[in-house]
T-cell receptor, first 115, second 115 residues
Framework: NAGVMQNPRHLVRRRGQEARLRCSPM?????VYWYRQLPEEGLKFMVY????????ESGMPKERFSAEFPKEGPSILRIQQVVRGDSAAYFC?????????????FGPGTRLTVT | AQSVAQPEDQVNVAEGNPLTVKCTYS??????LFWYVQYPNRGLQFLLK??????LVKGSYGFEAEFNKSQTSFHLKKPSALVSDSALYFC?????????????FGQGTTLQVKP
């Protein structure tokens, strides 16, 4: 059973460009979470999605950031008009259900560098 | 506010000695607690979790954690450290109810095990 897959692993964008980060959850998992890890910091929750629905986006910046998890295909985290402060590692996690019983399984992350 | 604290940025132990990585939490209601480990340039790997039941939880790679409700702590322990245990360790608590499954992470503790 393949783990959570993220691509690309490394992404370099110039200021003002768009960044698209993809996440394929583990087989059988329908819950996806996105976290951001800034340098020298812990992980911060961004958004929680189920298929075709955003459940909790309380950690998403109000502008430029969006996320989706379509019926078919991977979950996408989209950052428009990137700025240097967006440089970070972005991790996706998946779980088979919600609630405290299920741990989240993390992907290897996408390291975004904005130049 | 619900939070997790890891009071030590770094813990140094000699190989073969016991190790403890500290974590305290502040949540309303019953806590669901997790420990994850992160190796350089990798995603997070799940170690163990406390949901309910026995206060001593056993996990992967010989790690265990002790839940202490009165002290609101969930310290990670291992009886005999290995050099290969050197990594970044995160404590996390699941917050929210119903369909919210997000994790709140501590800032992380770097464990250095010296030969």
């Amino acid at each position: 059973n393949a783990g959570v897959m993220q691509n690309p692993r490394h992404l370099v964008r110039r200021r003002g460009q768009e960044a698209r980060l993809r996440c394929s959850p583990m087989k059988g998992h329908s819950h996806v979470y996105w976290y951001r890890q800034l340098p020298e910091e812990g992980l911060k929750f961004m958004v929680y999605l189920q298929k075709e629905n955003i459940i909790d986006e309380s950690g998403m910046p109000k502008e430029r950031f969006s996320a989706e998890f379509p019926k078919e295909g991977p979950s996408i985290l989209r950052i428009q008009q990137v700025v240097r402060g967006d440089s970070a590692a972005y991790f996706c996690a998946s779980s088979p259900g919600t609630g405290g019983l299920y741990e989240q399984y993390f992907g290897p992350g996408t390291r975004l560098t904005v130049t | 506010a619900q939070s997790v604290a890891q009071p030590e940025d770094q813990v140094n132990v000699a190989e073969g000695n016991p190790l403890t990585v500290k974590c305290t939490y502040s949540v309303s209601g019953n806590p669901y607690l997790f420990w994850y480990v992160q190796y350089p340039n990798r995603g997070l790997q799940f170690l163990l979790k406390y949901i309910t039941g026995d206060n001593l939880v056993k996990g992967s790679y010989g790690f265990e954690a002790e839940f202490n409700k009165s002290q609101t702590s969930f310290h990670l322990k291992k009886p005999s450290a290995l050099v290969s245990d050197s990594a970044l360790y995160f404590c996390a608590v699941r917050v929210g109810s119903g369909n919210t499954g997000k994790l709140i992470f501590g800032q992380g503790t770097t464990l250095q095990v010296k030969p």
